[in-house]
């Protein structure tokens, strides 16, 4: 069935703004798949059910609006881990900034340059997971990333990683629109943790697309750089076999426009996936985390956790699916959703929901939004703390059930710091 017309109409200037995608190689007929699925569905308008809280006119344009580069004085973050490094500036590979890729329990390869062969390992997941994540839920955007991602990494864990992998993006031009595609894929037992930070681009679209073979683990954190007049749209497409985990933390403070969209089927019995995120608003800021996650196998655990506090006419949405599949019994799944308004401006938008199918399972979810705690905040002040120092401390203490969804407890802690930071400044 072709798009309607109007999407129709948008999606071809989209198109001719972006390079041209490859027509030869592994990754050609995933590609052409891609396009052929997006043109069918079209570029999302607000009709559309998973678009009605967010506008997505900024991210149909062909062209970015013009995003400033925010002057950043502080370290960037993870800069204390021992990590292998990996750069991309405005979406653009930096060799002369990034590590060698090369880590033991690990292969490491460039898409731009991985692509142009016959056969690799990632043709197998390359498109794959994206193209079953559109359903129930049509994405476009992620179509979109498929057909015409101009770069990215292929990680192949073999075995545990030693160092985390660490992707670093840099903004450096105001009108850049980045278009990166990840593939990591796990082998049974393998361990890996990728790491991701920076603003990327004026206008960013990533997918990353993880394959967790039986047994693996698979740790992601990421925070959304601090360029306040970016827009992004983002996908993580997971499949999580038998005693797998995923888990995966995204921090955000800043960004006129960001859209998160997690996707996770859970195939194997005994599988974990565990998705979270904390995000800070001021002013012109509009925050989305769309969530999927299906549960298709038995003894399965899920979380959903997601913080977001919002001030000065800030939007936070929130989109969560648990699906439970027939047969998936003993499934475990729980959700919780909740925004702390600062003022009588801001919104917290949210739509949880259930889906189940299977008998014998504990399935809850849960969304609030208020204000802060008068009583608490006079217990403080009613023992000399000053206000604004009493209202940052319940701030800390609303995030800290996602917070405690990040395990390693020194990078726990460093985005911890950040948010103190950050609502230091916002005094």
Known sequence: MAAPQAKADTLGPRLAALPAAPTKGWTAAARADALARLTAMGL??????????????????????????????????????????????????SEAESDP?????????????????DIHWAQSVYGALEAAGQTPVLRPFAALNTAMATDGVLIHA???????????????SETSDAVLHHVVKLDAGAELTVLENG????????????????????????AQGRDHERRAVTHIFA????EATFKSFTLTVNGRLTRNECVIDMVGDDAVAHVAGACMGDGDFHHDDTVFVTHGALNGESRQVFKKVLRNGATGVFQGKILVQPGAQKTDGYQISQSLLLDDDS??????????YAD???????????????????????RGVPKKDAVDLLVMSFMAEALDEVEDES????????LRGWLVRRR
């Open 44 to 93: 999302p308008g607000r009709r559309d059910e998973y678009w009605r809280y967010t506008r997505p006119d900024s991210l149909n344009a062909p062209e970015a609006e013009k995003a400033a580069i925010f002057k950043n004085e502080e370290a960037p973050l993870f800069d204390a881990v021992d990590r292998l490094k990996i750069v991309f500036v405005d979406g653009v590979f």
């Open 101 to 117: 890729l090369d880590v033991a329990g690990i292969k490491i390869e460039r898409l731009a340059v991985a692509q142009g062969a």
């Open 158 to 172: 073999t075995g545990k990683a030693h160092r985390p992998v660490s992707l670093i993006y840099r903004h450096e």
């Open 199 to 222: 603003p990327a681009a004026a206008r960013f679209n990533k997918v990353m697309e993880v394959d967790i073979a039986e047994g693996a683990r698979f740790h992601h954190i990421r």
């Open 239 to 242: 499949r999580v076999a038998a």
């Open 347 to 356: 919104q917290f938008l949210a739509k949880p929901e259930l889906e189940i």
């Open 360 to 382: 014998d399972v504990a399935c809850s979810h849960g969304s609030t939004s208020g204000a802060i705690d008068e009583t608490a905040l006079y217990y403080l002040r009613s």
């Open 411 to 418: 990078l726990r802690e460093e985005i911890a710091e950040r």
